[in-house]
């Protein structure tokens, strides 16, 4: 499961909100949850690192109230390594900002489920 960000945002819309609901539905009963944020490749001011970092948090923070045992997620941010799609142009940025849901180890590359 995936949530895609705006240019230079971590601000999570409604419908995102909704699929992590459902989502955290879904989750496993033990075992951790990683959270790895990424920005597509363009530089920004606040630095892409931090910037993937606050968008993995934003999902964390929703997450988290939705959970019994919160301390199971862990968020990353990753910059803009690990790109789905090194195309140019506003669709092949669009799919590189996102926050990635996955259960394997967040160095691992975590590929985005929604394509």
Known sequence: MAVHFAP???TM???DREAVRRAAAELPSSGPIYLDGY???RPISIGNRRLSQYRAD???DELRSLVADPERIVAIGHGSADPVDDG????AYARNRRTVLSFDC???S???PAG
């Open 39 to 41: 920005t597509d490749r």
């Open 106 to 108: 967040p160095s691992a």
């Open 58 to 60: 934003a999902f964390a």
């Open 8 to 10: 230079d945002s971590w």
């Open 13 to 15: 819309t409604d419908p």
């Open 110 to 112: 975590a590929p985005d």
């Open 88 to 91: 140019d142009g506003e669709a």
